[in-house]
């Protein structure tokens, strides 16, 4: 079974860091793109991150560039989003989701919570 | 940036209505586009992709269409379990932006 497990979510000052993972497992990592996919309370899906499989592509979205930093080890499965600077603004889920070869998001992760608050 | 603009925001429907969500967007992608359905909780789950093509497990009282700039979901006879928030994106460019999401809520 393809599973996604995002952690490393918790409450953080403004202007801290955290680094999210994401351990895949299910299908060949080092063959996917991977996404980072955030979503406020309340609120609808942004697009955060996007890492190709080899690392050699990232792209990020406005809000985040300079601040975040998308990685991957493909020998551990793994996904990593490292956040610094963090803004009451970053509140959110954070999701991962697997890239298919067309671009579609499938499947994602249960999402792990980011509470940037003093 | 392509912008993505679904309406309605808040859809208030019957078990066994036909319901129809829109979205729009800002430049052609083609068919480059999907759907997916979010509930409360949850990861969104992919339900179409490619404008009109159904993911493996997902009824077939789902549909889509559009091409271009212009396209619907359509839930052909709504289903308890279908009470969710959906939302289009397009993946015609990496930097695969959202429609702001459509609430179908039970009448």
């Known amino acids: 079974e393809v599973q996604l497990v995002e952690s490393g979510g918790g409450l953080v000052q403004p202007g801290g860091s955290l680094r999210l993972s994401c351990a895949a497992s299910?299908?060949?990592?080092?063959?996917?793109?991977m996404n980072w996919v955030r979503q406020a309370p309340g609120k609808g899906l942004e697009w955060v991150s996007y890492?190709?499989?080899?690392?050699?592509?990232?792209y990020y979205a406005d809000s985040v560039k300079g601040r975040f930093t998308i990685s991957r080890d493909n020998a551990k499965n793994s996904l990593y989003l490292q956040m610094n600077s963090l803004r009451d603004e970053d509140t959110a889920v954070y999701y991962c989701?697997?890239?298919?070869?067309?671009?579609?998001?499938?499947?994602w992760g249960q999402g792990t919570l980011v509470t940037v608050s003093s | 940036d392509i912008q993505m603009t679904q309406s309605p925001s808040t859809l208030s429907a019957s078990v066994g209505d036909r319901v129809t969500i829109t979205c729009r967007a800002s430049q052609s992608i083609s068919s480059w586009l999907a759907w997916y359905q979010q509930k409360p909780g949850k990861a969104p789950k992919l339900l179409i992709y490619k404008a009109s093509s159904l993911e493996s497990g997902v009824p077939s009282r789902f549909s889509g269409s559009g091409s271009g700039t212009e396209f619907t979901l359509t839930i052909s006879s709504l289903q308890p379990d279908d009470f969710a928030t959906y939302y289009c994106q397009q993946y015609n460019s990496i930097l695969g932006t959202f429609g702001q999401g459509t609430k179908v809520e039970i009448k």
């Open positions: 989701a697997r890239v298919n070869s067309g671009g579609l998001l499938t499947p």
């Open positions: 299910g299908f060949t990592f080092s063959s996917y793109s």
């Open positions: 890492i190709s499989s080899s690392s050699s592509t990232i």
